[in-house]
C-alpha cells in the first residue's frame, strides 16, 4: 500500500511558513487565465453592454436637450424671468448629465434601448410635445382673471365735502 499524504497536511503546511494562498486569490488567477471560447463571448457580451449603456446615456442626455430648446421658448412667453432663471438651474447640462446617466440605468435594467423605447412609445412623446403648448397657453389665459377677481376691489376716493 503507497503511503500519501493526507490533503490537509499540504494545504496547512505550506513551504517556508508563508501564509497559503486563499482560494479566492487562485480562482481570480484562473478565470484571467481562462481563454476557452466561451470565457471570450462572455467578456464580449460585457463590453457589448457597457456600450448599450453607454449609447443609452448619450440618446437620453440629446433627448433631454431637445426636450429643454423645445419647451424653454414657450415657458418664456408665460414665465417671469425669475422663474424662469430657477428652471435654467434644474435644466442645466449637469443635471440632464446625471438624469441621462441614470436613465440608461433603468434602460439597461430592463433590457430597453432608447431606439426600442422611441418606436415603442415615440408617438406618444410626440402627441404630448404637439398638445403641451396650446395646454399651457390656454391655462395661462384662464387663471388671468382668476388672479383679477381676487385682487381687492380699489377703494374710492373720498369726495370732498363728504364726512369721513
Known sequence: MT???DVTDV???????????????IA???????TSPEREAQAG????????????????LVTLQAIRAMAFPML???????????LAGVWNDGVLGASAAA?????EKHGWTMGSLMGDYGCYVMLVAALAPPI????????????????PAPTPAPTPGAPA
Open 76 to 86: 418664456a412667453m408665460v414665465t417671469d424671468e425669475q422663474r424662469m432663471n430657477a
Open 103 to 107: 436613465g440608461a440605468a433603468v434602460l
Open 45 to 60: 457580451q460585457v463590453a457589448q453592454a457597457e456600450q448599450v449603456t453607454a449609447n443609452n446615456e448619450s440618446e437620453l
Open 11 to 25: 494545504v496547512a503546511k505550506p513551504a517556508g511558513g508563508a501564509a497559503p494562498e486563499s482560494l479566492d486569490n
Open 136 to 151: 399651457v397657453m390656454t391655462k395661462k389665459i384662464l387663471e388671468a382673471p382668476k388672479e383679477k377677481a381676487r385682487a
Open 28 to 34: 481570480r488567477e484562473a478565470d484571467m487565465l481562462d
Open 3 to 5: 503511503n500519501t499524504p
